[in-house]
């Protein structure tokens, strides 16, 4: 299964590739939206884990939804980005607040 991750924090990028890759899957890490979109392109992703710490981290949600909604999403969010995440009904999503943090 191939798993992508979207995450501002470049410091786990080690951790979740011994984690995700030790159970067997094919793990790409990106810190940037614009680097999100050349790996959904490249790759054929079965999940992704979406990190909002910010609004413009949103907009690869919506790059999901538009282009590949059969991606299931996990999304780590604060509380108040319940509202922005229920803009996308059509994504087949799961939410985990903090503190878990990527």
Request: charged content about 25%.
């Amino acid at each position: 299964m191939n798993v992508f991750f979207q995450i501002r924090d470049t410091g786990a990028n080690k951790e979740i590739l011994e984690f995700i890759e030790g159970e067997g899957n094919k793990v790409f890490i990106s810190h940037s939206t614009e680097e999100s979109i050349e790996i959904l392109n490249k790759h054929e992703i079965d999940k992704a884990v979406i990190s909002l710490l910010s609004m413009k981290d949103a907009t690869i949600l919506k790059y999901l939804n538009d282009y590949y909604p059969d991606v299931k999403v996990v999304i780590i969010a604060n509380k108040e980005y319940d509202n922005i995440i229920s803009i996308f009904q059509k994504i087949n999503y799961s939410v985990i607040h903090e503190p878990l943090k990527l």
